[in-house]
């Protein structure tokens, strides 16, 4: 059975020859790669526009769902969209619908690109800024883009993995990160220094590829960072004799609902992914009752109240610090798209 047309009064659409229908598909494939999503790997959230020649019921919106899926009418299951181009899933709707529809001439767009959250490089970079990357992307060229390093630059630079990779390449080798977790494998933020000087020298492992929602901070100090039930949870710069009475201090102290009995601090050890645990009792040490704890680089305070460390949380500090020093919100720092 073949669907009429939406448009009373006129006559059916006459019959194409394959050749008509795939120049057809090659026409709104070209469309889509004049809009740079032509390489795009979609991903759950995104928005596309679908038209369908002559028949208006098809046309609309549809949205990646998170099973990384869209639905087409009378198609019956999901189409797979999660990490395909838009110009192979319209092929596949196109051959769907040959069920109801002669030829079918199929066009679909990528109106919203939803997926990628956006990466930010801050620290001792000329200017901040937020990227929409619709390709993959290496460090320096995001630093090249910031402007460079300042002079300020400690000499490493730490990049934090806040969401996981939606399209992993598959040859892309796994590079070791470190973690700040708990006890719970199941809580983890994955991170990776680099050495800037390793950078400059060209060396290929000191220039990885950046994802999607990475925070690149080029460190001023070997930072630590407080997070939890404080005044304004971020990270601070170490400095000389840092201590976790220091450390709380910087950052307007703690809240009331704070548990300043157990104050918890993620180490590293070098050599594994699991870190040391500290348990300090905050008001013991505000007493002299117990010895304040030196800081070490890249410590994880947590401040604990009702809820525990997550790496959700930490992430939230995180971009606090990357904008910090500006005075600003994420949403104001300069936005540059990545074609």
């Known amino acids: 059975m073949v669907l009429a047309q939406t448009q009373p009064g006129t006559a059916p659409p006459a019959t194409q020859t394959p050749q008509e229908s795939e120049t057809a598909t090659s026409n709104s494939s070209s469309v889509v790669s004049q809009m740079g999503a032509g390489n795009y790997l979609l991903g759950p959230g995104d928005v596309l526009t679908l ?48 069920k109801y529809i002669r030829n079918p001439q199929v066009s679909l767009r990528v109106k919203e690109r939803r997926s990628r959250p956006t990466a930010v490089v801050a620290g001792a970079v000329r200017t901040p800024q937020q990227f929409q990357m619709l390709r993959r992307v290496r460090l320096l060229q995001l630093l090249a883009f910031t402007g460079g390093i300042t002079e300020q630059a400690s000499g490493s630079i730490q990049v ?111 050599g594994t992914s699991e870190p040391e645990i500290i348990t300090a009792n905050y008001a013991a040490i505000k007493k002299n009752k117990a010895p304040d704890v030196v800081l070490q680089p890249y410590d994880v305070i947590d401040v604990q109240e009702d809820g525990v460390f997550s790496p959700r949380r930490l992430g939230d500090t995180l971009r606090g610090l990357a904008i910090g020093g500006l005075g600003s919100t994420i949403s104001n720092l300069p936005l540059r798209v990545i074609y």
């Open 160 to 270: 934090f993995h806040t969401e996981p990779e939606i399209c992993p390449d598959p040859n892309e080798p796994n590079l070791p990160v470190q973690t700040a977790k708990t006890t719970d494998d199941a809580l983890q933020v994955p991170f990776t220094l680099y050495n800037i000087n390793d950078l400059r020298l060209g060396k290929e492992e000191a220039n990885p590829y950046i994802r999607p929602g990475d925070i690149v901070m080029v460190q001023e100090a070997p930072p630590v960072y407080v997070t939890g039930a404080v005044v304004a949870p971020q990270g601070v710069y170490l400095r000389n004799n840092a201590t976790l009475m220091r450390a709380i201090a910087q950052v307007g102290g703690l809240r009331r609902e704070a548990k300043q009995e157990k104050i918890t601090i993620y180490r590293q050890k070098p």
């Open 51 to 98: 038209r369908v020649f002559r028949y208006q019921q098809f046309d609309g919106d549809v949205e990646v769902d998170s099973n990384g899926a869209i639905e087409i009418p009378l198609v019956d299951q999901p189409i797979i969209a999660r990490c395909r181009r838009a110009q192979d899933i319209q092929r596949e709707i196109a051959e769907a619908l040959k």
